[in-house]
Every structure is written in structure tokens, then in C-alpha cells.
């Protein structure tokens, strides 16, 4: 993936504990639900990321947001500015 749109998963950042989490992996958070628990013993907690936490709806293998979150993702991914 990275050879042909030149970035990677978020998770796969993640779990294979690259530089390309904080770099440009995509999309900025665990796309997994269980991801979000593996922030910290990643060293990946930013306020960005501990402002979405509130809005994750946890009974999905992978992440949702309540529609409450729509402002605060369009921030965080840069979208409408």
C-alpha cells in the first residue's frame, strides 16, 4: 500500500509500530475499535485523538462515531476548512 498511494492503515502503523502513525498513516485513528485501547501502550494519546474518544460507539468491530463527532472529525481530518 505504501508503494502505490504512498501511505498505510493507521493500524497497521500501529501494530507494526512504524513512524508513519504520527507521520501520515490513514485516517489519523484506529479504524478498529479495539485499536483505541492500544493507544496508550503505543504512546499515541494526543488531545486530537482523546477529543474523539467520547464520541465512539463500542459495540462495533470497527470504529463509529455518533453523529455528535461529524464537526469534530471534519476538523481532524482537515475536511471544509
Known sequence: MIRD??????????????????????????????????????????IELESLQPYIAYNSLWTVFNPQAKSLLLKFLGVGQ
Not at 507521520?23 to 503505543?42: D, E, V
Request: proline share 5%; charged share 10%.
Open 5 to 46: 498511494v504512498g501511505t498505510t492503515l493507521f493500524d497497521v502503523a500501529m501494530l507494526t509500530e512504524t513512524e508513519m502513525v504520527e507521520s501520515n498513516a490513514l485516517p489519523g485513528f484506529p479504524m478498529l475499535a479495539q485499536g483505541w485501547s492500544l493507544l496508550t501502550a503505543f504512546g499515541l494519546r494526543t
